[in-house]
């Protein structure tokens, strides 16, 4: 089995040096510790580059650690190296970090991808031995739900009896992983000054790493708890969605087309594309209506004096037209009278 430290001498197609497994794997756990004990919102977007760059970094290691073999089931925990033994919590810290990304759309996908390194972790500490516990199952979501159930979220799920010996047992059990898990960071807060001085001898470092390892354990199964109840969650909500009505938009009356013409063939096909369009001058509409006996002021009679008035100024032209004496006469006496009188003469009423 090759060690951690061959990874010092591989090297990029193009020369350089590729960075080292160690690095890879310091580099990630720093990103992760910044994040966990940061006092930011988790949807920040300092905090989200941080978990990135930590999820790359960790899965270029994970990438190399499979690349050299380093853990083999057909191994025991004792055969491993000391300075290989960091390298088992490659998937817890990716776990970790892939439940600290914050996206709507992809929450489900990204729990799933967290079960998976989680219960990849715990698999290895189980062919290892490292500590005792339970191994969760592969699946611990819906996907036992019936069918009914799963195409009817609105239909209950049946409520059976609560087995009270289960309840206790698993309440039990976390109670002991909680010891457990602050145990171990009391003896991790005692020898962490020695190691990272680099004055611990290498049974030190090693249980330094063993510690690390039992406590993501008891972290990855209280993970695992809470993905399986939100994975149940996130389905059933997209379940509901699936299944509601969507309401249809209000039906609008089809609208007819509006074309503006450009020419006079245009018009005779599509008409004038507005309803206002003259068909007559106003001259014609006067002549319409006068045959038809609709001005206002037809079908009224005149008066009578003006009738008399008009008949005997036709007459008297036509006596002048004809050369009569007595209209001559008559005509030439009113004008000599005219030139010796002036206008109004006699007029009493105007004091003339």
């Known amino acids: 089995m090759a060690a951690a430290e061959d990874t010092n001498s591989t090297q990029n197609p193009s020369g350089s040096d590729a960075p080292k497994l160690s690095d890879l794997l310091d580099r990630g756990w720093k990103l992760y510790d910044e994040v966990d004990t940061t006092n930011e919102s988790s949807s920040s977007n300092a905090v989200q580059v941080k978990v990135k760059r930590g999820i790359m970094q960790l899965e270029e290691a994970t990438r190399m650690v499979n690349q050299l073999n380093l853990f083999s089931r057909n191994e025991a925990l004792e055969e491993i190296p000391t300075t290989d033994l960091k390298y088992l919590l490659l998937p817890a810290l990716l776990g970790a970090l892939t439940m600290k990304q914050v996206n709507p759309s992809k929450r489900l996908e990204h729990v799933q991808a967290a079960h998976v390194y989680f219960r990849d972790f715990l698999q290895r500490c189980k062919d290892y031995d490292i500590c005792s516990f339970q191994l969760p199952r592969a699946s611990e979501d819906t996907t036992d739900t019936p069918t009914e159930e799963r195409m009817n979220p609105s239909v209950p799920m049946p409520m059976s009896q609560p087995d009270l010996i ?25 020898i962490r000054g020695l190691v990272e001085s680099g004055s611990a001898d290498e049974e030190v470092v090693r249980d330094f790493y063993l510690l690390h390892v039992r406590r993501w354990v008891t972290l990855a199964l209280e993970e695992i708890d809470s993905i399986n109840q939100e994975i149940e969650i996130l389905k059933r909500m997209e379940l509901f969605k699936q299944s509601a009505p969507q309401p249809s938009p209000p039906k609008r009356p089809p609208m007819k087309p509006f074309i503006l013409t450009k020419d006079a063939m245009q018009a005779k096909v599509f008409g004038a594309g507005y309803p206002s369009l003259a068909t007559m001058t106003v001259d014609e509409w006067y002549d319409q209506h006068r045959r038809q006996g609709c001005l206002p002021d037809q079908g009224i009679p005149r008066s009578a004096d003006s009738n008399a008035e008009e008949d005997e100024r036709a007459e008297r ?18 004008d000599d009278w005219k030139d010796t009188h002036r206008r109004g003469y006699g007029n009493r009423k105007n004091m003339g």
Not at 167 to 176: F, G, P, S
Not at 177 to 188: G, P, S, V
Not at 321 to 328: F, G, I, M, T, W
């Open 166 to 190: 289960a309840m206790a047992t698993q309440r039990q059990a976390k109670i002991e992983r909680f010891n457990q898990r602050k145990e171990t960071e009391a003896k991790l807060s005692e």
């Open 317 to 334: 032209e036509r006596k002048e037209e004809n050369d009569d004496e007595e209209a001559l006469q008559k005509a030439r006496d009113w």
